[in-house]
C-alpha cells in the first residue's frame, strides 16, 4: 500500500512539473532557440490555417495575457497579410488590418528592440502570428516600419515598427476588435505600432503621416485640406457647384473636442449656400472623396491647389513619393 502511495505521489509531481514548464510565462520551449532574427518582410503568402473553433483554446481566461507554450510546435500561423490597411474606428482612431479588414495586434510582452515574440503554443493558437510574407505598407503606414522577426517555433512574423502582429481567433469578421484590451497585455496595432486608442481622439486631430509629416485628420480621420482659390480674408470660396462633388466641406467642430491642435486656429465659417463649414488658421477646409481610409492624401497636390494643413494651420507642399 505504501509503495504504491508512493508511486502516485511521484506520478502527480511529475505531472505537475510538465505542466509548469508547458505553461510558464517565459514564452521559451525546451529544445528551441531563445533568439529571435530580425529581417526585411519578405514575398508570397500562406492559406488561412486558424478557426473559429481555436477560440477555445487558451481562451481569454487562459492566454488573455500570458505567454508561454504548450508543446513546443511550431505555431499554425495565418495567412499573410497582404497590402496592409487602416480601418477608422471612433473608439480606438486608426487601427492596422490585413488586407481582408482583420485587426492586427500587439502583444505587451513582446518586444519592438530588438524585435521578439513572447507569445507561443496554445498562446499562437489564440493569437495566430500574422506572417511577414507579402505584406505591404498603405499610404498611413511608413515602409521602413514593416519588417520581420523569426520566431523561436521558426515562423517568419510580420512586425511594425519592431512590434509583432498577431490577429484574434474571436475576431469574426472585417473591423472586429474582440482583441482589444484582453487580459490588460493585447491591443489593436496603431500606423505607428503603438497601441491604438492611445492617443484621445477629437472633432480635429493630428496625424503624424509617414509623408508630410503631423497632418489634421477631421473626426472620421479623413485628412483636410485647403483650395488656393479660397482665402481666408477677406472670406472667398472658390469651390462650389460640381466642385462639392468631390471636395467636401468639412463639419464643423467643437472647440473643446481637439487633439493637438490650439483652439484659437479652429472656426466655422458660413458658405453662401448656407453650409457652415470647418476653418483652420480662418481657411475654409474639405475632405477629398477620393481618400478611402486614414492615412490617404490622394488629393494632395491635386491641380496643384488642394493641400493638406500641418498642426499649425499651414498649408503642406510636399509631394508624395510616386
Same mark, same amino acid.
Given at each position: ?6 508511486? /502516485? ?17 517565459? /514564452? ?13 518582410? /519578405? ?7 486558424? @478557426? ?7 481562451? &481569454? ?18 495567412? @499573410? ?28 510582452? &513582446?518586444?519592438p528592440d530588438p524585435a521578439k515574440s513572447n507569445c507561443s503554443g496554445a498562446c499562437a493558437t489564440t493569437w495566430p502570428p500574422v506572417p511577414a510574407d507579402g505584406a505591404t505598407a498603405p499610404a498611413g503606414i511608413s ?10 517555433? /521558426? ?98 467642430? &467643437? ?15 458660413t458658405r453662401p449656400d448656407g453650409i457652415r463649414q470647418l476653418a483652420v488658421d480662418c481657411w475654409p477646409v474639405y475632405w477629398f472623396t477620393g481618400d478611402k481610409q486614414p492615412g490617404d492624401i490622394n488629393g494632395q497636390g491635386k491641380m496643384g491647389l488642394w ?16
Amino acid at each position: 500500500m505504501i509503495t504504491r502511495r508512493r508511486a /502516485g505521489l511521484a506520478a502527480a509531481a511529475v505531472a505537475t512539473l510538465a505542466l509548469t514548464a508547458a505553461c510558464g510565462s517565459s /514564452g521559451n520551449q525546451a529544445g528551441t532557440p531563445t533568439t529571435d532574427t530580425v529581417q526585411p518582410a /519578405g514575398q508570397g503568402s500562406a492559406d488561412y490555417g486558424y @478557426g473559429a473553433s481555436g477560440s477555445d483554446q487558451g481562451g &481569454d481566461g487562459a492566454y488573455g495575457g500570458q505567454a508561454g507554450g504548450e508543446d513546443g510546435k511550431a505555431a499554425k500561423a495565418g495567412p @499573410g497579410a497582404g497590402k496592409l490597411a487602416l480601418s477608422s474606428s471612433p473608439e480606438l482612431g486608426p487601427v492596422v488590418t490585413d488586407a481582408k479588414g482583420m485587426t492586427l495586434y500587439r502583444f505587451d510582452k &513582446d518586444t519592438p528592440d530588438p524585435a521578439k515574440s513572447n507569445c507561443s503554443g496554445a498562446c499562437a493558437t489564440t493569437w495566430p502570428p500574422v506572417p511577414a510574407d507579402g505584406a505591404t505598407a498603405p499610404a498611413g503606414i511608413s515602409k521602413s516600419d514593416l519588417g520581420s522577426v523569426t520566431r523561436a517555433d /521558426g515562423v517568419k512574423q510580420l512586425t511594425i515598427a519592431g512590434w509583432p502582429a498577431y490577429r484574434y481567433v474571436k475576431d469574426t469578421k472585417p473591423g472586429d476588435t474582440n482583441g482589444q484590451g484582453v487580459g490588460g497585455t493585447w491591443n489593436a496595432l496603431a500606423a505607428d505600432g503603438k497601441k491604438a486608442g492611445a492617443q484621445k481622439l477629437g472633432d480635429v486631430s493630428v496625424f503624424k503621416h509617414p509623408e508630410l509629416g503631423e497632418i489634421l485628420v477631421d473626426g472620421k480621420q479623413r485628412t483636410l485640406y485647403r483650395f488656393n482659390k479660397d482665402s481666408a480674408w477677406p472670406m472667398k470660396f472658390g469651390c462650389n457647384d460640381a466642385c462639392l462633388d468631390t471636395w467636401k466641406p468639412a463639419k464643423p467642430a &467643437d472647440r473643446s473636442k481637439l487633439t493637438g491642435i490650439p483652439e484659437k486656429l479652429i472656426t466655422t465659417v458660413t458658405r453662401p449656400d448656407g453650409i457652415r463649414q470647418l476653418a483652420v488658421d480662418c481657411w475654409p477646409v474639405y475632405w477629398f472623396t477620393g481618400d478611402k481610409q486614414p492615412g490617404d492624401i490622394n488629393g494632395q497636390g491635386k491641380m496643384g491647389l488642394w493641400f493638406a494643413v500641418s498642426k499649425d494651420g499651414k498649408k503642406i507642399t510636399s509631394t508624395p513619393e510616386g
